[in-house]
């Protein structure tokens, strides 16, 4: 009975070390990610473009997070909270987070993080609205907002990214970020790449939220901008994962495309919209009005769609993006500064500038970017107006747009999980400082603002009434928007994207074809 049970023994010790010896073995999961640009700084409340907006997310968190656009706001730091009323809410967070150097954060920690980005004053979407925030205890914050506008709690809640103030005032996280998240930075070459690794200490391991999952050891952000380039890399394996194929490469993967069989795509109409602003400070020639609704005029935007785009989207009829609850259908219908370069001829002249003019666009390397430039260039050039383009990657892009010096038009996109908060980022005056971000000052426009936005007054005849006159005064013109594309690998399956659309590659879940690919 005793060699019997001891040969059991044997047996089932010698299969336990099969078991851990198959799991210590087990081919690491390795993925890799094309980024347009460099993340510029790992700081936590440095301006977001480009990398920033994939990378960040896997190594800071926030109190909250948005699974979907304009969703609910879900616990990651926090536990919940409480309205208090008068726009006053109270949260708890967990009182066992870490972060990768072993700090305890707290709620003091919270109120730092908050106070800090709004000093730094690099991210007023998310910060605009916050009056007040301070720590009752060690794990709880009063936060008050100045504003009841849709949107505007769940921007507070799930925007600020929270740190150590022990860490972040030893070092201000610009090259070495120090994070309570899912990763790590292992290795960063500037302009090409960033590797990120499995956080083996994760505060919340046995208890993650969806947003947190670690489900790849390594992810391998590569800074990829060229079209061409971008699709060998995809062909190639090099990548594993785009949203950056252009318009005229996609239908390589479009069913009966080449690559249809070898990789997965998933489409749908992008919530942003590609938008041109004028710079309306009094110093400059587009602070005339006429001369903003002369360049509407004189820019085919189904032109600009079909150049850019190849055709693949819709032109815009509003500054505002057709998924948001609020948009007026009526708006489709309406004219909007429709092609008509006579007319925009009569407003330079009116404007004093029959002689033409000469003037600055800027934009970022994003080639579609740099493609609708061009052809905004060709069409102001038919009205005697001469451009030029003016492209930096996102860093300084994301500095010069702030800049009222560095140019006269500039290119972004733009959306809202409402209307009425796609406005907020670009026109609210409490925001920037009394006027749009680019320099308009209108307080008829505010006050009309202001009652679309606020949950008392907002309804269908204020945010018409809100858009009618902005559409007049005009200090951006929407122009169009394309369809997003998402190319992932074979087996890279149940693609993770955030509320703005952004992979989350840790929280993607990877089958036996990825890994042994």
Known sequence: ??????????????????????????????????????????????????????????????????????????????????????????????????????????????????KQDIAEGNQASYVGNIGDIKAIDDYTVEITLTSNGLGVMEDAFCGIRIVSQKQYETDSMGSVPVGTGPYVLKDWAVGSSVVLEKNPNYWNADDRAEVAQ?????????????????????????????????????????????????????????????????????SNPFSDVRLRQAI?????????????????????????????????????????????????????????????????????ALPQHIMLAEIIQMYLAEVGIEVEINSYDDALFNTYRYDKTQWDLHINNKAGAYVVQQWTYSLDANFFGGSTCNWLVDDKWQKLYETALSTDTHSEETVDAAWQYLKEINPVYGICFSYNYFVSAKGMENLYLTDKDNIMPGACTYTDEFISK
């Not at 194929?245 to 919530?271: Q, R, V, W």
């Open 214 to 282: 670690a489900n790849c050891d390594t992810i391998t952000y590569k800074v990829i901008s060229e079209p061409a380039q971008i699709l060998i890399s995809m062909e190639t394996g090099d990548i594993d994962y785009t949203a950056s194929i252009s318009t005229a490469d996609i239908h390589h993967f479009l069913e009966g495309g080449d690559d249809a069989d070898k990789f997965n795509l998933m489409y749908y109409p992008a919530s942003l919209s590609q938008c041109l602003f004028f710079n309306c400070d009094e």
């Open 1 to 114: 009975m005793y060699k019997k049970f001891l040969a059991l023994a044997l047996s089932v010790l010698m299969l336990l070390t099969v078991v851990n010896a198959g799991a210590e073995n087990a081919a690491p999961i390795n993925v890799n990610i094309q980024i347009g640009a460099d993340v510029g700084s790992m700081a936590p409340w440095a301006s977001d473009g480009g990398g920033r907006m994939l990378i960040m997310p896997e190594i800071y968190e926030t109190l909250f997070y948005q699974r979907t656009f304009g969703g609910e706001a879900i616990p990651l730091l926090a536990t919940g909270y409480t309205a208090l009323g008068n726009n006053v809410y109270q949260i708890t967070i967990h009182d066992d987070i870490y972060d990768t150097a072993g700090n305890h954060i707290t709620a003091a920690d919270v109120e730092y993080s908050y």
């Open 296 to 364: 509407c005029y004189a820019i085919d935007n189904q032109g600009c769609l079909d150049g850019a785009y190849d055709g693949l989207g819709n032109v815009c009829h509003a500054f505002a993006s057709e998924k948001s609850p609020d948009y007026v259908e009526a708006w489709k219908t309406q004219p909007y500064y429709e092609y008509d370069p006579a007319k925009a001829q009569e407003l330079i002249n009116e404007a004093g500038y029959s002689g033409g003019m000469k003037i600055r666009l800027l934009c970022d």
